[in-house]
Nanobody
């Protein structure tokens, strides 16, 4: 499975961005696609995930500011970022976990897309 994240950029605080993740190659083996982020000098952080069966889960800190979606059962996954804050700055990654493997062990990772929020 290959993943390609895109859509990052520079935005002012309070603004919005929509990140995209294109999955290809063996996507029928995907159990879930998750979004993660890593701020400078911080640990990578789970944002949320969409199960290929449809369910969507979020980390507690999201609190309605971010929304994950998938395109009608296709291979595009989106992360809508609203009301962005300077602390949301970081590299955002999408990752996939294969079916019949531990659900928190993401085997496939995209290259990441930079989100910079200016205050």
């Amino acid at each position: 499975v290959q993943l390609q994240a895109s859509g990052g950029g520079l935005v002012h605080a309070g603004g919005s961005l929509r990140l995209s993740c294109a999955a290809s190659g063996g996507t029928s083996n995907i159990y879930a696609v998750g979004w993660f982020r890593q701020a400078p000098e911080k640990e990578r952080e789970f944002i949320g995930r969409v199960l290929w069966g449809g369910k969507i889960d979020y980390a507690d800190f999201v609190k309605g500011r971010f929304t994950i979606s998938r395109d009608n059962g296709g291979n595009m996954v989106y992360l809508q970022l609203n009301n962005l804050k300077s602390e949301d700055t970081g590299v955002y990654y999408c990752a996939a976990v294969r079916r019949f493997t531990p659900v928190d062990k993401y085997q496939y990772w995209g290259q990441g897309t930079q989100v910079t929020v200016s205050s």
